[in-house]
């Protein structure tokens, strides 16, 4: 492609993305229920798109090809979703581990804590010290990395002690032990 042929395609493709995007994000919400992620998911589509401009705006209808392909991401994205929540509920426990005079206080500090952590970063703080899974373990059911398990149990520690301040600024293998009375495990948040 020339030059003129660049500049051409690239402004049609401006007027594709300037008409469809509004629908396009509208479609990816009504698919996937999420109103935060269907500007990125359309955006996300209509780069695709762009990566095959030259196939897609010969089409007949290059708009049916973009709600295909709006449509394609957002199965997969909730696919995606569904296997991570199915991975994480495996392993969290139907019944409450109970613990002989638990500190409550202390347990709703640390789960109010661990509210605040990022899915990721909980996950793995959880997974580790209330299941006491290994990080190989923890790595196959996030459908992770070991040295991401190693990374997120480690900051998501760090920011437990950063959240539960000086009057929980013991040790970690307390933290730890008060994921464990306190059946965080118990219910998924």
Request: glycine share 6%.
């Given at each position: 492609?020339g030059p003129?042929?660049?500049a051409?395609a690239?402004?049609?493709?401006h007027?594709f993305?300037?008409?469809?995007h509004?629908?396009?994000a509208?479609?990816a919400?009504?698919?996937?229920?999420?109103p935060?992620?269907?500007?990125?998911?359309?955006?996300d589509?209509?780069l695709?798109?762009?990566?095959?401009?030259d196939?897609?705006?010969?089409?007949?209808?290059?708009?049916a090809?973009?709600?295909?392909?709006v449509a394609n991401?957002a199965?997969?994205?909730i696919r995606s979703?569904v296997?991570?929540?199915?991975?994480?509920?495996?392993?969290w426990?139907?019944?409450?581990?109970?613990?002989?005079n638990?500190?409550?206080p202390?347990?709703?500090?640390?789960r109010?804590?661990?509210?605040?952590l990022?899915f990721?970063?909980?996950?793995c703080?959880?997974l580790?010290?209330?299941?006491d899974l290994?990080e190989k373990?923890t790595a196959?059911?996030?459908g992770?990395?070991v040295g991401?398990?190693k990374s997120?149990?480690?900051?998501?520690?760090a920011e437990?002690?950063r959240?539960l301040?000086?009057r929980?600024?013991?040790?970690?293998?307390?933290?730890a032990a008060?994921?464990r009375?306190?059946?965080v495990?118990?219910r998924?948040?």
């Open positions: 492609m003129v042929d660049d051409a690239s402004a049609e493709f007027a993305f300037e008409r469809h509004a629908e396009l509208r479609l919400h009504l698919l996937t229920g999420e935060d992620a269907a500007d990125d998911l359309a955006a589509a209509l695709a798109l762009w990566h095959r401009w196939r897609v705006r010969t089409a007949d209808h290059p708009v090809y973009a709600r295909g392909v991401m199965r997969s994205r979703a296997r991570e929540r199915r991975r994480i509920t495996l392993f426990s139907q019944r409450e581990d109970r613990a002989e638990p500190d409550v202390g347990m709703v500090d640390v109010e804590a661990l509210r605040r990022p990721r970063k909980r996950a703080v959880v580790r010290h209330s299941f290994s373990e196959l059911a996030l992770v990395s991401t398990v997120q149990t480690s900051r998501g520690m437990l002690q959240l301040g000086p929980e600024a013991a040790p970690r293998h307390v933290h008060a994921l009375a306190g059946g495990a118990g998924a948040r």
